[in-house]
């Protein structure tokens, strides 16, 4: 039985339209609120945070009513980033963490995201078994056991504090000035925070959110702000985090814009000279670049890929015992530190490189020459399928063909957006080029 409702981060689309009503979300309130209890007794709590979109209000209404009516106790933890949901539902002893966030997407989608009582997201089979109960009769709790509401006003307060521990203790990041664009999002006070605390000069962008503004050219998803500011202002360095701080990309002082391969090298690399890297592998997924994999072949450590999405890296890491993993698009995960990707907790992981070795950020951002790699977005109706017509699958086989043995080639459709993903990498850049758009030409006339 396939899922219908959730994609690969929770559930996720525009707000007010289905799924992301508030009808729904009350809906999938009660069904988590029911998977979740063990019994009919009030002692069973859930935390919810948000990021700055103005639907958070909505959903977090109506997901506090669905979770109170079937008997849990809500905590309300109010802007907070996507990690500090996941490290709190565990500091908490929550039986449930719910992020209502839709990351990296623009203001007007938005999403739900379920962590378990360990703080990791929720499992394939536990979501379907949420969308089995959203299909039938969710039994409420009797009168005297409704749960109650509060909000939590130190969630980010506490996520903050813990965030400086992950930083190397006795270092301080004195002398060192550091853009940090938090993308009008949820992080827009936390990050700062952190930084300015561990002795940093901060410079602060994207840190005024409206309810629309967030990822509006700032952000992870685009770098040239930050790399602007940065050369704007002399700053040594950049973290640019996305709208939920679950993802980063680092800027060094020249403006120039290092992505997820290449701060997972890094950190690999480190952690495997110290000894800390486990399983002598990184996990990370099908998308990421060609060099990584052979720069990490060349100092005797193996690439593990798994599906696009943090939660199967996650669940290879977990299964494996392996605690480095990420994806290219910065989602960076350190099941040392945090159960989720944390853009903030993989920037004070750079500084502390930076501030270890006495090198400036340029000669820690380029660690392997990736391979040549193009990535191309073709949007879709709903209903649509496109990779299915013959005339695709012809353009898919020929060039499979092309890349045989000099390149590799992805096609996959977005879990999150009504989109095919088309990436390839080759030696020849003109090939790429070729490939790519023959093949994004044949998805649109299919769509």
């Known amino acids: 039985m396939s899922r219908k409702l959730f994609g690969t981060?929770?559930?996720?689309?525009?707000?007010?339209?289905?799924?992301?009503?508030?009808?729904?979300?009350l809906r999938l309130g009660a069904a988590a609120g029911r998977y979740f209890r063990r019994d009919g007794k009030n002692r069973h709590r859930v935390v919810i945070g948000k990021d700055t979109r103005l639907s958070g209000y909505m959903l977090e209404n109506a997901l506090t009513a669905g979770l109170t009516s079937t008997g849990m106790n809500v905590l309300l933890l109010g802007p907070v980033p996507t990690p500090a949901v996941g490290f709190l539902t565990r500091s908490m002893r929550a039986d449930l963490g719910i992020m209502i966030s839709a990351s990296h997407n623009p203001a007007h989608d938005n999403g739900i995201k379920f962590f378990g009582p360990d703080g990791f997201k929720l499992s394939d089979e536990a979501e379907m078994e949420i969308e089995t109960l959203l299909d039938g009769d969710i039994a409420l709790a009797q009168p005297q056991n409704?749960?109650?509401?509060?909000?939590?006003?130190?969630?980010?307060?506490?996520y903050v504090e813990y965030a400086k521990t992950t930083f190397p203790q006795g270092q301080r990041l004195d002398g060192l000035k550091v853009v940090i664009d938090c993308a009008n999002g949820a992080a827009y006070r936390a990050a700062p925070d952190v930084l300015w605390e561990l002795g940093a000069?901060?410079?602060?962008?994207?840190?005024?959110?409206?309810?629309?503004?967030?990822?509006?050219?700032?952000?992870?998803?685009?770098?040239?702000?930050?790399?602007?500011?940065?050369?704007?202002?002399?700053?040594?360095?950049?973290?640019?985090?996305?709208?939920?701080?679950?993802?980063?990309?680092?800027?060094?002082e020249t403006g120039t814009v290092a992505d997820g391969d290449q701060i997972m090298a890094l950190l690999a690399g480190r952690w495997a000279e110290q000894g800390r890297l486990r399983g002598g592998a990184l996990v990370a997924t099908v998308m990421s670049n060609l060099g990584l994999e052979r720069w990490l072949a060349g100092r005797g450590l193996q690439l593990e890929r798994t599906k696009v999405g943090d939660r199967y890296v996650v669940e290879r890491m977990r299964s494996a015992g392996f605690n480095l993993g990420g994806e290219q698009s910065g989602h960076i995960v350190m099941t040392d530190y945090a159960t989720t990707g944390d853009g903030l907790i993989a920037g004070l992981q750079f500084l502390a490189a930076m501030a270890d070795s006495g090198r400036p950020a340029s000669e820690l951002v380029r660690q392997f020459e990736p391979?040549?790699?193009?990535?191309?977005?073709?949007?879709?109706?709903?209903?649509?399928?496109?990779?299915?017509?013959?005339?695709?699958?012809?353009?898919?086989?020929?060039a499979e063909a092309r890349l045989a043995g000099s390149g590799r080639l992805l096609i996959r459709k977005s879990g999150t957006e009504p989109l095919i993903r088309v990436m390839a990498e080759a030696e020849d850049e003109a090939t790429l080029r070729d490939v790519v758009d023959g093949i994004c030409a044949a998805v649109e006339k299919a769509a």
């Open 9 to 25: 981060d929770g559930v996720r689309g525009q707000a007010n339209t289905y799924p992301m009503t508030a009808e729904m979300a």
């Open 146 to 158: 409704i749960g109650r509401a509060k909000r939590i006003d130190d969630g980010r307060g506490r």
């Open 201 to 252: 000069e901060v410079i602060p962008l994207g840190v005024e959110p409206n309810g629309f503004n967030i990822n509006d050219g700032v952000g992870s998803t685009h770098p040239d702000a930050c790399a602007q500011a940065v050369r704007a202002h002399g700053a040594h360095l950049g973290i640019t985090l996305d709208g939920d701080a679950d993802r980063v990309m680092i800027v060094d």
């Open 371 to 398: 391979v040549p790699q193009l990535l191309k977005n073709v949007r879709y109706s709903a209903g649509a399928d496109p990779l299915s017509a013959a005339a695709v699958q012809a353009v898919i086989a020929e």
